[in-house]
């Protein structure tokens, strides 16, 4: 992302209104897989190798869903329409829809068989009806296949639209050269809207305003473009590269993302995924949660969003604000969320993977209202991303604090 405030960062995902500001103090340590596995927790070392260009394969990655053909796997697009919302607003009742809006609510069918949406299950109401939990696990036998191989990608945005200096390029420079970051990945990629050298060979991956909407508006209160437009370019060129496909996950990190791999992948490497693909939502008691400091997406899941970004463009009203609210067009994290929930892909909450200043829900209760939070790099030794550090100093001053509080646990 481009150089913001954190509260840039809250704009950024437009639908993102705080439910609850009720103190949280500690982290969940797991999320609700309701009727599948229990999810084991162990240390993942990745496989790392030298490298001189844009993204590198392993040889023995497996994909289980390489074959499998995108298009026939999901439902009629006939589900989509021109609504902005598939879900329930926590109050309207949620037996058409069968999921709710809000992150942490599930929808309970009721005796008078309406929907409502609940964080908990209370007496007489415990009856799950929520789409997004009906997942067939896959397994082999009665084991959960491991999937532990990443793709990781990054986006450097030159032309901001900001008067803030970006510091987006030495960050990934620096994370190159260090190998860190999503440069730690089984396989990587930087897309950009220029072409520039990061060092050691790596170079970006440039994209082209095709569709003339790169820079069709900007954030009110940070003058950054809007970047769903970019966004829908450099996903068509991941789609073109097919790199993804040989891999289990694919995961987007934000270059002033504090990331370590081996712990998403410690974190996710047993999560069922569905025939119908999975992405990871990150941020909690918000509307729409998929936070894009950290975007994990099944393969599957992946390749069902990449195939369907034209038809997504013109079914989702994404230049338009929300009707009577303060937030303006989506951001590309909700675009992806939206196109994805309307075309059948389940969404698992999963608020322990990251640490967000943008993500009300992750500050502190007596720092609730500062946007200006960012997360206490000596005291996380679980999260896979910390998020932002958007200078060079303080993004490697926390990655060797929260290593090192990691490694004094063991």
């Given amino acids: 992302m481009s150089e913001y405030e954190v509260a840039e960062l809250l704009e950024e995902n437009t639908d993102a209104e705080f439910v609850s500001r009720r103190a949280q ?37 497996t994909d289980e869903y390489a074959s499998i053909d995108v298009d026939k796997q999901q439902p009629n697009w006939q589900i989509v329409n021109r609504e902005r919302d ?22 309970y069918k009721q005796p008078s068989g309406a929907g409502k949406c609940m964080r908990h299950c209370k007496e007489g109401s415990c009856v ?28 450097y945005t030159h032309n901001t639209g900001s008067t803030k200096k970006s510091h987006e390029k030495d960050l ?82 934000d270059p002033d993302a504090v990331f370590v791999p081996s712990r998403l992948v410690s974190r996710i490497r047993f ?25 994990v997406y099944s393969s599957l899941a992946f390749g069902i969003l990449l195939s369907n970004v034209d038809k997504c463009n013109s079914a989702l009203p994404w230049k338009v604000g929300v009707k009577g609210g303060a937030h ?42 500062s946007k200006h939070w960012h997360g206490n790099c000596k005291d996380v030794v679980s999260a896979a991303a910390i998020h932002p550090f958007k200078k060079v100093a303080d993004y490697f001053q926390c990655l060797d604090a929260t290593v090192e509080a990691a490694s004094n646990t063991w």
């Fill in 86 to 107: 598939l879900c329930s607003k926590v109050g309207d009742n949620c037996a058409s829809t069968k999921c709710c809006k809000t992150t942490g609510y599930k929808c």
């Fill in 128 to 155: 799950l009806d929520d789409r997004f939990q009906h997942m067939e696990v896959e397994a082999s036998g009665n084991q959960v296949v491991a999937a532990e191989t990443m793709f990781c990608w990054s986006v």
């Fill in 172 to 253: 990934l420079t620096e994370q190159h050269s260090r190998n860190v970051s999503i440069f730690a990945c089984n396989a990587y990629a930087v897309y950009s809207d220029v072409h520039v050298s990061l060092g050691g060979g790596l170079s970006t991956i440039q994209v082209n305003d095709n569709e003339g909407d790169f820079h069709f508006a900007k954030r009110k209160t940070t003058g950054a473009w809007v970047n769903t437009g970019m966004f829908k370019q450099i996903w068509k060129g991941l789609r073109d590269a097919g790199t993804y496909k040989n891999y289990d996950w694919t995961v987007k990190v």
């Fill in 25 to 61: 103090k500690r982290r969940t340590a797991a999320i609700a897989l309701v009727g599948v596995v229990t999810l084991l927790v162990g240390v993942v070392a990745l496989t790392r190798g030298s490298q001189s260009s844009v993204s590198r394969h392993i040889d023995d990655a």
């Fill in 328 to 369: 303006g067009p989506m951001g590309e994290d909700l675009f992806a969320e939206k196109c994805m929930e309307k075309n059948g892909v389940s969404k698992v909450e999963a608020f322990d993977i990251s640490i967000d200043g943008a993500c009300p829900a992750d500050r502190p209760g007596n720092l609730r209202e």
């Fill in 271 to 295: 999560l069922p995924r569905p025939a119908n693909g999975i992405f990871l939502v990150n941020c909690k008691h918000v509307d729409n949660g998929f936070f894009g400091n950290l975007e």
